[in-house]
């Protein structure tokens, strides 16, 4: 027992050394990267499954070459299951499934709740730019979706509301923007109040109807570029597996672009449900369009266009009646360019020249567009479904057009609140 006795002091001395030498490890700051993106998913519905897949899409093939050394990838998830709603960063790496080249890290959980309210949005969005601050940042909003058309439309009437929170019985889901099982949702101007203060390169809308030029007009200070589809998308979304890189190109423009046409690809290529259409817009030039749309209205007082032919615009939905029509196609026939000879010469040239004005503005709009040979559409009910195809031109912006030959209680609601979007006021649309 003596004999121990040295060896213990020795050993506490060295042990006491030991520890004096080692410094608590300082807080690590959060690294600012070039770009952060953030997945948004709003899945507390019936497309959690599709959620799901696109998830495991993304770990299957986030690499860190992918991904890029100083990007960050985030995904809000709110699902329908009693999880927390929670803010998570891939990392690359070997994740939960063996096919998994990345996994994810609980960043910060929410309460539940409703989560479509735009308080709740800003919070997300300004966590994770605080955990993930970056000198640039991309999203992209994952759900259902309804372009600019109020919500109220669905909650009141449920017409087509019940319909859209029910499993498909038979064909397929599709994708609005934002509805939870409780009917909650963002219209669009609180979607604008929640992201108007961030500073987005791009927004992906991954949702129905996302490029609705209502819709685009009232966000067009959010973002740099926008993408989005004038009709419908299939619940299986972006091929997010294949568009990783894409999201964090150096090159923003090219990067949108290289998403667009990765989306149309694999839409093309679906022998079940080719169905898509896709359009790229430079927000930068919405008021512009706007200030040559307002010269063809204006030809027409007081601040009304002709009664359009429905049958001659192509329509991008299935309601009865439609409600999204090609932009491009309701303004040439709305101001008589199908019928021009009727007009005086003079009135024919001043509507020619408006019309050209305004058309080479939208080619500036637009960056990029396509669209399948058909489109299938259940915006009416699940129950309807049907393939519709494009029988005529399309330029990749919808527009609604008021109407009254319909008694059905929402599209009441459609006109009267058509009239107070800010693209109506800006264009000199006036209620009749």
Known sequence: MNRLIPFLLT?????ASFISCCKPEEPVEPKETQRTVIIYLEANNNLYSSACENIDSLLANATEKEIGTNNELLIFLNGSTPRLP??????????????????TVLLKSYAKGNTLTTSFMKQVL???????????YGLVLWSHGQGWLPIEALTKTKSSGDNLLRSAKTGKLTKWFGIDNSYHSLDIQDLRSALENFKWEYILMDACFGASVEALYELRNCCHYWAGSPTEIMQDGYPYGSIISDLFEKDV?????NVCIAYMDRYFKDPDYPSASMCMVDMSTLDDLAESAAGMVSLFLPGKLQKPDFNSIQ????????VFYDLEGYFSDAVGLNDIEKFSESRRDSILTAYEDFSDQLSKTIIYTAHTQKFYSCFDSYSSWQWIP????????SSYIPRTDSSRERYTIYNREWYQTSWTKAIGITKP
């Open 126 to 136: 300004s966590d994770a730019q605080e955990l993930a601050p970056a000198k640039e």
């Open 315 to 322: 329509h991008l939905d299935n309601g009865l009646p439609p």
């Open 390 to 397: 494009f029988t005529h031109p399309v330029c990749g912006l």
């Open 253 to 257: 423009k090219t990067g949108v672009l």
């Open 86 to 103: 929670r803010l998570l960063r891939v990392v690359p790496g070997s994740g939960a499934k063996q096919w998994f080249v990345a996994d």
């Open 11 to 15: 050993l506490i001395w060295l042990l």
